[in-house]
């Protein structure tokens, strides 16, 4: 390869550029420098506040079931006084008449828990009445007792606890209005011919559909909650008064002790436990999953079919 021959007056610009590169460079080091310094004083709060959002969302997650925010105190609060005043109502004579629409949903909920069993171990369901009494019947043919006859008080309690669990919310409780309506829906076509089983289904839904244009249905939610917190219990104080207080020979639970031994005392404090266990899991499971505010849950209302 022939030799490669540079010029003195290549050798010279070359030399030339290579001084003004340096003299740049040194003219410029400060100024970068000190540019980095400040992009880095500026970056490490930055940093070290999304290191302290990502732990504390960590933590927040972790601590969520423990935390109770001041619109859940609201909520338990009012959850408190429910249970209060049902109580109340529950036992004082004549007072108790204003509880009687709710208890005929109650019913309607217990005897659609008998029914729906009845459907999934491959039984029919003949028909559902409520009785003005307070009581209801569920007729059937097949499916499996062992299952169908607990599932009155238990499916009631197990309403009742996913509807406290949505109460902690608007949106959820427009989700569980819609299920509600399926639940009545059914429970009236089982029901048709009985005119109580009408009317307490009809009034249930006029009761929901009014409550969706209270305050973008900030209602909802406490109605919700209040229907929840009577099916929960009613298994409980219905158990007390059927089994303790009156010794009802046809309950649930006295046709289950007959047919698969034991007391229906115990079956029913069994049943009564359980019921009490679902009630607190829907409130644990409520405190954990909806912790917005009062005006956080109304804007996302307003995104979720909203009404006037």
Same mark, same amino acid.
């Given at each position: 390869?022939?030799?490669?021959? $540079?010029?003195?007056?290549?050798?010279?610009?070359?030399?030339?550029?290579?001084?003004?590169?340096?003299?740049?460079?040194?003219?410029?080091?400060?100024?970068?420098?000190? @540019?980095?310094?400040?992009?880095?004083?500026?970056?490490?709060?930055?940093?070290?506040?999304?290191?302290?959002?990502?732990?504390?969302?960590?933590?927040?997650?972790?601590?969520?079931?423990?935390?109770?925010?001041?619109?859940? @105190?609201?909520?338990?609060?009012?959850?408190?006084?429910?249970?209060?005043?049902?109580?109340?109502?529950?036992?004082?004579?004549?007072?108790?008449?204003?509880?009687?629409?709710?208890?005929?949903?109650?019913?309607?909920?217990?005897?659609?828990?008998?029914?729906?069993?009845?459907?999934?171990?491959?039984?029919?369901?003949?028909?559902?009445?409520?009785?003005?009494?307070?009581?209801?019947?569920?007729?059937?043919?097949?499916?499996?007792?062992?299952?169908?006859?607990?599932?009155?008080?238990?499916?009631?309690?197990?309403?009742?606890?996913?509807?406290?669990?949505?109460?902690?919310?608007?949106?959820?409780?427009?989700?569980?209005?819609?299920?509600?309506?399926?639940?009545?829906?059914?429970?009236?076509?089982?029901?048709?011919?009985?005119?109580?089983?009408?009317?307490?289904?009809?009034?249930? $839904?006029?009761?929901?559909?009014?409550?969706?244009?209270?305050?973008?249905?900030?209602?909802?939610?406490?109605?919700?909650?209040?229907?929840?917190?009577?099916?929960?219990?009613?298994?409980?104080?219905?158990?007390?008064?059927?089994?303790?207080?009156?010794?009802?020979?046809?309950?649930?639970?006295?046709?289950?002790?007959?047919?698969?031994?034991?007391?229906?005392?115990?079956?029913?404090?069994?049943?009564?436990?359980?019921?009490?266990?679902?009630?607190?899991?829907?409130?644990?499971?409520?405190?954990?999953?909806?912790?917005?505010?009062?005006?956080?849950?109304?804007?996302?209302? @307003?995104?979720?079919?909203?009404?006037?």
């Amino acid at each position: 390869m022939a030799p490669v021959i $540079v010029s003195p007056a290549l050798r010279s610009v070359a030399s030339h550029s290579s001084t003004v590169l340096r003299s740049t460079l040194v003219a410029a080091g400060p100024l970068l420098v000190r @540019k980095a310094v400040e992009h880095l004083r500026n970056d490490q709060p930055r940093q070290q506040q999304d290191q302290l959002r990502d732990l504390t969302d960590h933590n927040g997650l972790a601590r969520r079931g423990l935390t109770v925010n001041s619109t859940q @105190k609201v909520t338990l609060g009012v959850l408190a006084a429910y249970v209060v005043i049902i109580a109340l109502l529950w036992n004082i004579p004549y007072v108790r008449y204003v509880l009687w629409p709710f208890k005929m949903l109650v019913i309607a909920f217990h005897e659609f828990g008998h029914a729906i069993t009845a459907v999934c171990t491959g039984g029919r369901v003949v028909s559902i009445t409520l009785d003005p009494n307070e009581g209801g019947a569920t007729q059937m043919k097949g499916g499996k007792a062992a299952i169908t006859l607990p599932a009155g008080y238990l499916g009631s309690s197990l309403i009742g606890a996913l509807l406290i669990f949505c109460g902690f919310d608007i949106v959820a409780s427009k989700v569980a209005s819609f299920v509600l309506g399926v639940c009545f829906l059914l429970t009236l076509w089982w029901g048709k011919r009985d005119w109580l089983t009408i009317a307490t289904v009809l009034a249930a $839904v006029g009761l929901l559909v009014a409550c969706w244009f209270i305050k973008h249905a900030e209602a909802l939610r406490f109605v919700v909650l209040f229907i929840g917190v009577m099916s929960s219990l009613y298994s409980v104080w219905d158990i007390c008064d059927d089994l303790i207080l009156r010794k009802v020979n046809e309950s649930d639970a006295s046709v289950f002790a007959q047919r698969y031994g034991g007391s229906s005392q115990c079956w029913g404090v069994m049943w009564s436990i359980v019921s009490l266990l679902f009630m607190v899991a829907g409130i644990l499971a409520g405190i954990a999953a909806f912790p917005e505010s009062f005006q956080e849950q109304e804007d996302d209302s @307003k995104k979720f079919i909203p009404t006037f």
